[in-house]
């Protein structure tokens, strides 16, 4: 027969490069295939990635030719054979978001034991460790082997043709394979587990429980320890150092787009702190200005932390650089206590999650106060009827950010304000509450990989967002970006939809005033 690389010369003759895979950490991922692991036959030699039978019979002709064994992907063959080179064809699709809906709908196992584990048995590395270590080299793991519920649900496998070592599964197996010393650090092995935004949404969809988001977050920690982050994450935390802001957004424009902000008079102490959050007070200022203007409205005795606000160290907690997370965190609190606030009110759900689960879970600290996010604090409002709202007629879609609702268990809050503005209908989404779509922003690959990022929203936008609505609103900011600039990317996205905060709709039903 001719060579490997003569055979693998005339695929790329017949396919699209991007479709044969012969890296490593492909061969190793896909090495777990159970007729693979049962070593009846060689190693794998070749994965081919097909997405038609005129693919696949064109792959078949060529192999024949070459002497090349050929093997589907879930099929068993029943004895040994003599070849040099073995090739696996990869034919299994990505499940669309039609099958995921039905099989949510016949589901009603979502996160229990795995979760429980992890909300009570962590708040330290060490432990997170052994959780870790207990998830990838647990009996469970073994389950995966031909189950691809995750593939469909993962926000980046689209985005890479569906290709395993890019979904949910893939980057578990390759979790286990540096842990266990088989995959070294590689860029392949770090590219793969930054590609991920770490929403859950597998993890919720998982029958196995596997919480797989929590691995690749210790996983990048430990390339942190080797300093191998990519290099757009060490210069978002010295962003962080000199300006306080990831995006190097300097003090002195931090409000500069905020109506009225330079002429707000605040105490340094209060009963409340407004924690705004870097994405909010610099990229999305109008629901700034909404939060500012309710609380003014209501006469509550509230302040913020303004120029001295800085950031709250997500994006360092999310891609592993978590001493420099602790420095900020540090400092932080220490501003934080300076106001003697009794609660935080932000209204960003990765500040919210930060605060609330990763700052004890990871870091092993706590602020000294009760944390709320906005939703939180204005349901309480309502309830008391120190807000009273009047008529929006509105059919509005409510999108769940994955921070605020899967990782930090707050679904009902936001839905309750909805229902709280007369004539307003909430229309919900096909996917919801834990089983929401994320928008592709979190866990720092907006800023890694932008294009996966707004692939990943315009098919949120596209596929997922009900038909008769007016609005879509939600309640983070990163999400409110990645839908705003989707939306404006090409006509195969919903672009004629608004997207605001759920504090603007709030302010907009307080005041009677039709949304901008």
């Known amino acids: 027969m001719k060579s490997k690389n003569e055979f693998i010369k005339q695929l790329k003759g017949i396919l699209n490069e991007n479709q044969i895979l012969t890296d490593f950490e492909d061969l190793y991922v896909y090495s777990f295939e159970k007729t693979f692991l049962d070593q009846i036959y060689p190693k794998l030699d070749i994965v081919v990635k097909i997405s038609s039978l005129k693919e696949e019979q064109k792959i078949l002709e060529l192999a024949i030719k070459n002497d090349i064994v050929v093997i589907k992907r879930g099929e068993e063959y029943p004895s040994r054979f003599n070849k040099d080179t073995v090739l696996l064809l990869d034919d299994v699709e990505i499940p669309n978001l039609e099958d995921c809906i039905e099989e949510i709908e016949d589901k009603d196992k979502f996160i229990k034991k795995i979760y429980e584990t992890y909300r009570n048995g962590y708040s330290t590395y060490r432990n997170l460790a052994l959780a870790v270590q207990n998830l990838l080299f647990g009996k469970t793991l073994n389950k995966c082997q031909l189950c691809i519920t995750c593939s469909g649900y993962c926000t ?98 931090r409000f500069s787009r905020i109506k009225n902000m330079s002429n707000l008079i605040l105490p340094e102490t209060a009963e409340t702190l407004c924690f705004l959050g870097c994405t909010t007070a610099t990229r999305t200022p109008k629901t700034t200005e909404a939060f500012i203007n309710i609380l003014t409205r209501l006469n509550l005795d509230f302040t913020i932390l303004g120029k001295r606000e800085g950031c709250c160290g997500y994006i360092l907690l999310s891609t592993g650089l978590w001493e420099q997370a602790k420095k900020v965190a540090n400092e932080l609190i220490k501003k934080i206590e300076k106001t003697k606030a009794k609660t935080i009110v932000t209204p960003c759900s990765g500040c919210y999650y930060t605060f609330t689960r990763l700052y004890p879970e990871i870091l092993d600290l706590n602020i000294p106060c009760k944390i709320l996010h906005t939703s939180q604090f204005l349901e309480k409002m309502i309830k008391e009827k120190e807000i009273r709202l009047k008529p929006l007629n509105l059919k509005v879609t409510y999108h769940d950010p994955c921070s605020l609702g899967r990782h930090s268990k707050v679904y009902d809050p936001p839905r309750n304000l909805l229902k709280a503005i007369p004539n307003l209908e909430l229309i919900e989404m096909p996917l919801n509450r834990k089983c929401a779509r994320c928008c ?34 939600t309640a983070c900011p990163q999400c409110q970006l990645n839908f705003r600039f989707a939306s404006r990317m090409n006509s195969l996205t919903n672009n004629s939809i608004k997207i605001y905060d759920i504090t603007e709709m709030v302010e907009a039903a307080m005041k009677n005033e039709k949304l901008n």
Not at 188 to 199: A, G, M, Q
Not at 211 to 221: D, K, N, P, S, V
Not at 467 to 473: G, K, P
């Open 156 to 253: 980046v496998s689209p985005s890479f043709n569906g290709i395993e070592t890019w979904n949910s599964k893939g980057k578990m197996l390759i979790s286990r394979g540096v842990m266990k010393g088989e995959l070294a650090f590689s860029n392949k092995v770090i590219d793969t587990l930054y590609s991920c935004t770490k929403c859950g949404l597998c993890f919720a969809q998982c029958y196995q429980d596997l919480e797989f988001h929590e691995a690749i977050l210790y996983l990048r920690r430990k390339i942190a320890e080797n300093n191998l982050v990519p290099q757009v994450f060490y210069t978002a935390a010295n962003n962080i150092s000199e300006h306080g802001d990831p995006s190097a957004t300097t003090v002195d424009r």
């Open 440 to 473: 592709g922003g979190g866990a720092g690959l907006w800023t890694f990989n932008n294009k996966v990022s707004l692939e990943t929203t315009q098919i949120r936008l596209k596929d997922l967002i009900p038909t008769n609505v007016n609005i879509l609103t």
